[in-house]
């Protein structure tokens, strides 16, 4: 025969190809239920509910049970069959009997666990089919009663409540590079969170929940001859937990992290929040600077913080975040934050914010948990957000004061509140707690799009914060002798301080990276020639290449290259890297 066709008399399934596969037809063959069930179904599965009470091999009668009930329900989409598929999905593959369990190579075991996952699916659906209701209550069955519980501490999670579930399998992904599934036991969705009081010193991703619906019957084969059965829901987590005990050996549950990240972005005001917050500053709205975390502070696991670049927000990491928190050595040692702020305002005043969210951050997860790897953190930054990464980790002495005033910082005639900003922003010392950082495609000595005709026009339109405002006003009334730069017109911004020549970028480029702490530059050419004529299309490479970092990695990619496997790969060693640094710190490397 011809090789497809050999392979499709093997592998089809009522899934697949909606025919019953080659074992369903030994077991109705066997039965003597062939005829019966083309023109009886519901006959011919109570006929075989009735064997499999009585069966010696009862495993292959609960796999085709379970295959027949789910193309009955398929035929005039009855829930009762779906609930009976699922139940008899369960039964073959976790019989309470050891001498009953499939062998672990037996092709039906991937098959039932999807008609398991895809059968509860379809029988709890909302009835406009885009989410699914996770209830306790009384379900029919084709042969009696499900009676199914669900304990409302476990629709939540922390000071989260868990609600509108959206089966994630369903989705078509589109935007992300890649889709990673897990397969495993259990409904894949994407949950909505409503949270409940303050979050504890760290701000939580609001966006949509990975979680895992798993229904466990207990005892199943002892209540199949009772008229009700009992069953319970379990929500999983998908950051918590991602396996399973049943009849004390550990299943993989089926999740789906790419698709409830996509739900998340697809309806997230981020995108919208990019321009305005380059634009407008503060007067956008909303908060202006924040540190976000995709989960609650996990004692034991190092932070990284992203940190993005200009005119752009913390959804533009999304590929890499894809691959990393989906690989166990990353996600297990990690855990992951984003800053995010207005990118028009000035490089040093925003530096400032991050400096000063951190600091508090830090302060107060440190005094709750008293956790040393709070103490190793890696900061990894974009174009702008590279520049305000480098400003985590370097001492500046007075260089940038000097550069600003030619009069000393006290001598200065201006309030308490503008001196307390020119001093936290112009005086930059290392944050204790960072040990590492990232520069990719980072304007080093600038960007020679932000020294173009276009830019500086468009820098014009750009608000400043309220409090870089009236400090402006405040130093210009009786000091203006004093100043070495125009504190006017658009030239406040951060498009012209990254202008090359710019007083922040001759200062800034030239100071080195704080003792023991480790840097690496991800830089991004578009063309195969020389490195010294290349450039991104915003940054050239002799921008960009700065000494004394501990490694440097030339992507050939666009500016935008955060999503280029390269640079997602190379972070990737960097981070399995400052793993093995710190494999000293209590259970980090075990």
């Known amino acids: 025969m011809d090789p497809e066709i050999v392979n499709y008399q093997l592998t089809r399934d009522a899934l697949s190809d909606g025919v019953p596969s080659g074992n369903t037809d030994i077991v109705l063959h066997i039965s003597d239920l062939t005829e019966t069930y083309a023109h009886d179904p519901r006959g011919a599965l109570q006929k075989l509910h009735d064997d499999l009470l009585t069966s ?304 508090k951050t830090v302060h107060q997860l440190d005094e709750k948990y008293h956790d040393p790897a709070l103490q190793h953190m890696v900061v990894m930054g974009h174009s702008q957000g590279g520049l305000l990464t480098k400003l985590t980790a370097i001492d500046s002495g007075t260089k940038f004061w000097d550069a600003f005033s030619s009069e000393p910082l006290e001598d200065m005639d201006v309030s308490p509140e503008t001196r307390e900003l020119l001093q936290k922003g112009m005086f930059v010392t290392p944050l204790p707690f960072v040990n590492r950082v990232i520069f990719i495609a980072t304007p080093q000595r600038g960007s020679y799009v932000s020294g173009s005709w276009a830019a500086q026009q468009v820098a014009k339109f750009v608000k400043l914060p309220s409090r870089v405002v009236s400090g402006v006003a405040d130093i210009m009334t009786n000091n203006l002798g004093a100043m070495k730069i125009n504190l006017q017109g658009g030239t406040m911004g951060a498009v012209s301080a990254m202008e090359p020549g710019s007083p922040l970028m001759t200062n800034l480029a030239p100071l080195p990276l704080a003792p023991g702490v480790s840097g690496h530059s991800i830089i991004a050419v578009q063309d195969e020639g020389p490195l010294e004529e290349g450039s991104d299309g915003v940054v050239k490479y002799t921008s960009a290449h700065i000494e004394g970092v501990d490694s440097e990695f030339i992507v050939r990619s666009g500016h935008s290259c955060q999503s280029n496997t390269h640079t997602i790969q190379e972070v990737r060693r960097i981070l399995l890297l400052h793993t093995t640094k710190n494999c000293d710190l209590p259970g980090f490397c075990s």
């Open 56 to 359: 010696d091999r009862p495993g292959s009668i609960a796999f085709a049970l379970a295959e027949l009930s789910y193309l009955h329900a398929n035929k005039d989409d009855r829930p009762a069959y779906y609930l009976a598929a699922a139940m008899y999905a369960y039964l073959f593959m976790f019989p309470e009997n050891p001498e009953y369990r499939p062998h672990p190579l037996d092709s039906r075991i991937r098959v039932a666990a999807d008609l398991y996952n895809r059968s509860l699916t379809l029988a709890f659906r909302s009835p406009d089919w885009k989410s699914m209701t996770l209830n306790a209550g009384a379900y029919p069955l084709p042969f009696g009663t499900l009676q199914v519980e669900l304990s409302e501490d476990n629709l939540r999670w922390g000071n989260r409540t868990l609600s509108h579930f959206i089966p994630t399998a369903e989705l078509e992904v589109t935007g992300l590079q890649n889709r990673y599934r897990q397969a495993g036991i259990g409904v894949p969705l994407a949950a909505k969170q409503s949270v409940e009081g303050p979050d504890e010193g760290l701000q939580i991703a609001k966006g949509k929940l990975p979680v895992t619906a798993f229904m466990r019957f207990s005892q199943l084969s002892s209540q199949l001859t009772q008229s009700t059965i009992q069953a319970r829901w379990e929500v999983y987590v998908t950051y918590d937990q991602q396996r399973v005990k049943i009849h004390d050996q550990d299943y993989p549950l089926e999740t789906e992290y790419t698709s409830s990240l996509a739900a998340s972005l697809a309806d997230s005001p981020i995108w919208a929040r990019e321009l305005q917050g380059f634009f407008l500053g503060d007067l956008a709205g909303k908060q202006p600077s924040q540190l976000v975390a995709l989960e609650p502070y996990r004692p034991g696991r190092i932070p990284v913080v992203f940190v993005h670049g200009t005119a752009s927000g913390h959804g533009r990491w999304a590929d890499m975040v894809n691959d990393l928190i989906v690989d166990p050595k990353i996600h297990n040692r990690f855990q992951f934050w984003f800053f995010t702020y207005d990118t028009g305002s000035p490089i040093l005043f925003s530096a400032r914010q991050f400096r000063d969210t951190l600091n």
